[in-house]
């Protein structure tokens, strides 16, 4: 299955929130009651107040003109709104900020409890042996026993590294000792898991802080990327929890999971929009292959169920 395929697939819950309001846009000249019901299918999607605005006010001025009921113009018109979003994002990607960084590159995964950081850091470190560099994986959410133990399962599958100490020990201690064990083995990547925390916990946030500076200490520079990972089917509470994150311990980059099991995928516009954070991956599915680089026009044709 190709990467739009899988993009198409995974956003169809999404899609088609808006879809139906948008082929009755679509079908005939626009009145108030079907603005209406459209600017609801985009609030629908979580697409934020912010861009279902913009969105709304060129549509308005679109259908005062001479060719109002013209599909083409009115999907275009749609189409570049969102896009111009991501437009404004830098676009570089994961790899490349690893292939043109200090080596060890060190990326620090935080975010609240079941959004899928292990996996994610899982799937990159996979992803990173295909493309022939060696990482090493830092298990550093030392609060569950079982996040340790996940993590030595998938270590163990990819073929890579595994720092770990007991569980309850400081996680900085095991960060500290993921940089000098990087620097010991010359690993390109150190891909740092951390504990699930509620954005709203003041203690938690600021042991992400401790651990910031403990990376620092040990290699200047460190962590190169804060990597939010968010699930996406939360909607507006994940826009929430990338702001308390970025205030805390300065987001870099975020990846957005799940996309495949919510109609509320609208919520990598509001996030883009409002916090103008570069969205590195994306998740469709379960599958590596289904852990992309972002691509802001992909994600808007497949939002809007038009052709790669």
Do not use: C, Y
């Amino acid at each position: 299955m190709g990467w739009f395929q899988r993009l198409n697939e995974g956003l169809a819950k999404t899609r088609d929130v808006v879809r139906g309001s948008l082929e009755r846009l679509l079908g005939r000249a626009p009145d108030p009651a079907m603005l209406e019901e459209f600017e609801a299918a985009l609030i629908g999607a979580d697409l934020g107040a912010r861009v279902v605005e913009r969105v709304m006010e060129r549509l308005k001025r679109q259908v005062q003109g001479t060719d109002a009921n013209e599909p083409g113009r009115l999907q275009g018109l749609l189409r570049q709104t969102l896009l111009d979003v991501f437009t404004a994002l830098p676009s570089t990607s994961l790899d490349d900020l690893i292939t043109k960084g200090p080596k060890p590159f060190v990326i620090l995964a935080v975010g609240v409890n079941g959004v899928g950081k292990t996996t994610t850091l899982a799937k990159i470190a996979q992803r990173l042996v295909r493309a022939g560099k060696v990482p090493l994986l830092v298990a550093a959410d030392t609060f569950r026993a079982a996040a340790i133990d996940q993590l030595q399962v998938w270590a163990d599958r990819i073929g890579v590294g595994l720092i770990r100490h007991r569980h309850g020990s400081d996680p900085a201690a095991v960060a500290f000792d993921g940089i000098a064990a990087a620097k010991a083995r010359k690993v390109d990547v150190v891909l740092i898991d951390t504990a699930g925390r509620l954005h709203t916990k003041s203690n938690l946030m600021d042991e992400l802080r401790k651990m910031k500076r403990v990376l620092e200490q040990a290699l200047p520079g460190a962590p190169h990327e804060v990597l939010l990972v968010l699930d996406a089917s939360v909607g507006q509470n994940s826009l929430s929890q990338a702001r308390q994150f970025h205030q805390a311990v300065g987001v870099t980059g975020l990846v957005l999971t799940k996309l495949d099991g919510t109609a509320r995928g609208g919520i990598v516009l509001a996030i883009a929009d409002e916090l103008k954070i570069p969205i590195r991956l994306i998740g469709v599915g379960e599958s590596v292959e289904d852990l992309q680089d972002f691509q802001g026009a992909a994600f808007v044709d497949a939002l809007l169920g038009l052709s790669a």
